[in-house]
């Protein structure tokens, strides 16, 4: 079964400040990778994605995050992070051939930035 | 465009009374639809999806039950809630390999 992990429960940045988050997938066949944001008392909102290509992928709001294969990780960073983006961030991830499609969450990190 | 709507926003009720959150989406045609639960500081559970009318797969078994009586209608379910099923739920439709989520419900069993 495939599992997610988010290294950081909780995260306190000032604003300009980077930003790295860690999410690392147990998994050994092909995945889709996602990290998804959820502003305080707003929907849950698709940030990036990874299916395939180039590893590095770039999603709204200045956001990029990684994929290396060989350490099963996708982390999310920023080079400089606004009081704005303050949020919950959750990795997700499913198998590429799934037929359904169900995705597995990591556990989120919440992230405060302060002003 | 595609939208999905989730009602009712908030909910309380007493241990013990019966469920029924509803979940329509708009602007597509026989979604992949789902139903996950967020606890705090236990990110998303997927609890249910559903391929098509009538069709329902559970992925933990619990005091739920889904069903999905037309294409774009997916409704979640309880006979008797119980103080442990609390928490936030999210409907959530897929376009390819991506799924995108509704505002969710926030229920609170007392």
């Known amino acids: 079964a495939q599992s997610v992990s988010q290294h950081n429960h909780h995260v306190i940045l000032s604003e300009a400040a980077s930003l790295e988050l860690g999410c690392n997938y147990s998994?050994?066949?092909?995945?889709?990778l996602f990290w998804y944001v959820q502003y305080p008392g707003q929907h849950l909102q698709l940030l990036l994605k990874?299916?395939?290509?180039?590893?590095l992928v770039k999603g709204i709001k200045g956001f990029e995050a990684e994929f290396i294969k060989s350490k099963f990780s996708f982390n999310l960073r920023k080079p400089s992070v606004q009081w704005s983006d303050t949020a919950e961030y959750f990795c997700a991830v499913n198998a590429g051939n799934s037929g359904y499609s169900t995705l597995t969450f990591g556990k989120g990190t919440m992230l405060l930035v302060s002003p | 465009s595609q939208t999905i709507h989730q009602w009712p926003a908030t909910l309380v009720q007493p241990v013990g009374s019966p469920l029924s959150l509803e979940c329509t989406v708009e602007?597509?045609?026989?979604?992949?639809l789902y139903w996950y639960r967020q606890a705090a500081g236990r990110g998303l559970q997927l609890l249910f999806y559903s391929v098509g009318i009538g069709q329902i797969s559970s992925e933990v078994p619990q005091n739920l039950s889904a069903s999905r009586p037309q294409d774009r209608q997916f409704i979640l379910s309880s006979k008797k809630l119980l103080l442990s099923d609390s928490g936030f739920y999210l409907c959530?439709?897929?376009?390819?390999?991506?799924?995108?989520f509704g505002p969710g419900t926030r229920l609170l069993v007392l």
């Open positions: 959530a439709w897929r376009m390819t390999e991506t799924q995108y």
């Open positions: 990874y299916f395939s290509g180039d590893p």
């Open positions: 998994y050994g066949g092909t995945v889709n």
């Open positions: 602007g597509t045609s026989n979604p992949n």
